[in-house]
């Protein structure tokens, strides 16, 4: 079966410390994104790769960092430089047909910092 | 700024009635999402409206599009419990596909 998974669903980690949250897909797609979402909130944009080993800065990249070493992984480090890196982060990828991008969003990782 | 507001940001309803979900956005975009959230859980995609005068219906929720007025509405008719939910609705950039820009979404409650 063809998708995109995110490891782990929980996360907990101590303040000051870097964490990289996964984040595969089986769909041969060229495009990766990682969104932060907050309580209350829409989607943020952190970071986006349209192929390998380029990638981009979304809206609020400070505090991430990526890599797009392979097509199949997109790997997000969430660093000690982040100041509220407690949120639920969703990856997605996706691949243009007929003038639109279909998306398919991963699960999800909830990261808790304390 | 590229803005995306939609409303009511909370949407309390009774069973049986219609209600209509607004998203107003700045952006020329002319490529619009409209996702399901349920709690603790990932996006569900549940429209996507690419042109001007664009209307898409699924069970209880149709969806619209008005790219001169910037506007698009998800209309719920005849709500049951398991429309409960929270509703995105989310636009394309325009220069690079795929770069989705979201609204805050609808908290929507159904009861009895």
């Known amino acids: 079966d063809g998708g995109i998974t995110q490891s782990p669903k929980y996360l907990f980690r101590k303040e000051g410390q870097n964490v990289t949250l996964s984040c595969e897909q089986n769909?041969?797609?060229?495009?990766m994104y990682w969104y932060r979402q907050d309580p209350g909130q829409g989607l943020r944009l952190i970071y986006y790769s349209q192929i390998v080993n380029d990638f981009q800065k979304g809206d609020i990249a400070e505090g991430y960092s990526v890599s797009r070493e392979k097509k199949e992984s997109f790997p997000l480090t969430v660093t000690s430089a982040q100041k509220n890196p407690t949120a639920f982060y969703l990856c997605?990828?996706?691949?243009?047909?007929?003038?639109?991008?279909?998306?398919?969003f991963g699960p999800g990782t909830r990261l808790t910092v304390t | 700024e590229l803005k995306v507001e939609q409303n009511p940001l909370f949407l309390s309803m009774q069973e049986g009635k219609n209600y209509t979900i607004y998203c107003n956005y700045s952006?020329?975009?002319?490529?619009l999402y409209w996702y399901r959230q349920d709690p603790g859980k990932s996006l569900e995609s549940l429209f996507v409206l690419l042109s001007n005068g664009a209307v898409k219906q699924e069970g209880r929720l149709m969806a619209s599009l008005d790219t001169k007025a910037r506007l698009s509405t998800l209309h719920i008719t005849a709500a049951v419990h398991d429309l409960s939910a929270t509703y995105f609705c989310a636009v394309d950039r325009g220069s690079t596909l795929g770069r989705l820009y979201f609204g805050r979404g609808t908290q929507l409650t159904v009861w009895p």
């Open positions: 769909l041969n797609h060229d495009a």
């Open positions: 997605d990828s996706s691949i243009p047909i007929r003038g639109l991008c279909e998306q398919y």
């Open positions: 952006t020329t975009s002319d490529r």
